[in-house]
């Protein structure tokens, strides 16, 4: 059999193209498209890279290099994979490397994989019999001994006669207070013996298992909608309002899925969401339910990728729970995505390349298996909503929440006028301290949202008005006071509190606006009994502390629990009565295209958090502006209408989903360096794209890390090919980057910004 004597590869990092090497006789059998395989480039550096296409066409350029090892003979990645990372590199304007880097859990743990090995131990067997309470009894002289193995006979719960266990030698240990030197003593008397073997790293609760919940009425009529539009229609979107029990239908498609022996990917976009679902899922499919998320360490996210990988293998996952990387992991037979909570941002990849957006990923990668796609929202993104309603997703709607409980009561608290009128206490207007203490009062629990974390987002020297700022980056520093530091939320630059202003020397620095930290402070002042958590990223740091927040909450063992948009998500709790908006105006003021339809969502969203069983909820939302239209829409639950006025606005200037944007970002550290090329590309783009170039503007925060940066925006008609105008793109970068003195730059490409 002959073989082919060329490769293609990716390379682990962000250069344009796949590379051919040569293929040495002695490889030819394992190299193999998926395979990883070390190659030398640029000098003498060794990588790790990903095999794609075999071929016969000598390559253009001299001495092409050979390939120099095969790392694993088995595949790691499969061709619907390598599928996936070509779409999105061609998509979002980046290199297959780029996406290889996202995508792969560690190059090294992957190619050569070691499952952890436990020593168990177990009774020897000629031991096992009558003579064992003789042994006990010869051991009396050596009673740590004779512990260990009456330990052993209290683990295993033997009994003669029985089939003989093993127990795990570190639980032994711990339990007959004993060290490995007196067990081996045992072992080498031959009463005992160990041996090895692999076991998960994943920490994996008995599963038990549930029959899965009968749908209501209006639940059932939704998912025969949702069939129905499955037979024609490859995507449908699920409007339901929050509470409308989605997730319970969820759980139905997964079934019929799962039975037929496909794979399912059911995508969130929080890990704090996880949680909750986890459990849900897990009560009725047991242990082919997996999760999968960057709080996993290298060797554990191995381990998933291979429980995925071998679909067929006793503990395979077959239903993936997880955030946006998981589409990555080596699905081959995926029946069905699930996208809850579409329309939320943290879809979007912002840093580093690839900038993808999961949701829309979702959809080719579902393609990509000919599986279905359910997007699902209690306040879909403009973006879907409109595809559904020119005919390109199924739309099923939901309208009522489950158990016919009401959708909670807004109330709107003026704090303009609570100001005027001296009626604030701290931040906390009459209307929402009212709200907190009827709940408290009946045992019920509450919900603070305040979208900023820290303790003041920034400090001001109260004489001549100075503020301290990051000494990287345009950006006021945030005042933390558990840690008593000033803190940049962009670059991380941390310093102490200063006692003086800088410019007066005056020591009158006083903390201005407020952040969840400062509100944990207050309500615990108000409310001195009710026990008070805050959820935010400075309390999550740790792998367990979403978990244990979301328990204690759910065991009401937290009365009031404050948060950012970390808590707005999906979470169900039963006896979550209030939520109180503390700053619905810092939502609206957002200079974004996007600000109005975000904040609606996010309103929604955490409203929808109140009253999910028993009874009504209600949310109290303060506002300066009670009468600004999106206020007004929550107030009324009234997605239509922010749909409605939303594709107005964005049909009248030009904007999506009316017309595709990329926006490209320049830095330089050099700020008259950045001026320069950056008009230098917006004269080059203008060549081609005319007036469909915006910019190069200062964005809001116009230095970060002392990189200046100066943003182009792009606004393509959605009827021509998108591919060519990426083709325009590049060549005006590169020729950019061709300039003289263009090497200090970085440069972005951002395709579909949110
Ligand atoms: P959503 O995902 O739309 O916000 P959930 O699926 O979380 O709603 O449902 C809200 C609550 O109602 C959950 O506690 C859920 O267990 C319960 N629920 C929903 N549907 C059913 C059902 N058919 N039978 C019993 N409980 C249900
Ligand atoms: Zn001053
Ligand atoms: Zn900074």
Known sequence: MSHNHFADIILPFAVRGRFTYRIPVELSEDVRPGVMVTVQFGGRNLYSSIVCTLHDKTPDIKNVKSILKVNNKIPVINELQLKLWLWISEYYLCTEGEVMKAALPSEISLSNFKPRLETFIKLSEKFSDSKLNEILDKLKKAPKQQEVLS???????????????????????????????????????????????????????????????????????????IKTHFAEKDIVLLHGVTSSGKTEIYIHLIEEQLKKGKQVL?????????????????????????????????????????????????N??????????????????????????????????????????????????????????????ASPSIESYNNAVIGKYGLTELKERFGFIKLPTIIL?????????????????????????????KEEQIILFQNRRGFSPYIECSECGWIPVCIQCSVNLTYHKGIGKIVCHYCGYTTNMPSKCDNCHSSAMVTKGFGTEKIEDEIKVVFPSARVARMDQDTTRNKNSFHKLIRAFEERRIDILIGTQMISKGLDFENLTVVGILNADNLLNYPDFRAHERSFQLMEQVSGRAGRRQKQGKVVIQTSDPANRVIRQVLRHDYSGMFRIQTEERMNFNYPPFCRMVEISIKHKDRSQLNYFSDVLGRYLREIFGKRVLGPESPVISQVQLWYIKNILLKIEREKPPAKAKQFIIEAIDRLEKEKGASGLKIAIDVDPY
């Open 266 to 314: 059911y995508m969130l976009p929080e890990i704090a969401l996880t949680t909750q679902i986890i459990l849900r899922l897990k009560r009725h499919f047991g242990t082919v339910t997996g999760v999968y998320h960057s709080r996993f360490s290298d060797s554990e996210k191995v381990e998933i990728w291979k429980r995925v990988a071998e679909k067929d293998s006793l």
């Open 413 to 441: 608290a003026n704090t303009r006028e609570a100001y005027r009128k001296k009626l604030m206490v701290s931040h906390f207007t009459p209307e929402l301290l009212q709200a907190i203490d009827e709940a408290l009062s």
């Open 316 to 377: 395979s996952y077959r239903l993936i729970l997880g955030v946006r990387s998981s589409l990555f992991l080596p699905f081959s037979d995926l029946g069905l995505i699930i996208v809850d909570e579409e329309h939320d941002g943290s879809y979007k990849q912002h840093d580093p390349a690839p900038r993808y957006h999961a949701r829309d990923s979702a959809i080719m990668l579902a393609a990509m298996h000919n599986a279905k796609t359910i997007l699902g929202s």
């Open 151 to 225: 330990s052993y006979i209290r683990l295993t719960g033997y009994e003669l006669g029985k089939e003989i266990l093993s127990v795990s030698k570190s639980l032994l240990l711990s339990e007959s207070h004993t060290s490995a030197g007196i067990l081996d003593s045992i072992i080498t008397k031959g009463y005992l013996q160990s041996d090895s073997h692999p076991v998960s790293r994943i920490s994996e609760k008995d599963d038990y298992k549930e029959p899965i919940k009968e749908l209501s009425v209006a639940q059932g009529k939704a998912f025969d909608s």
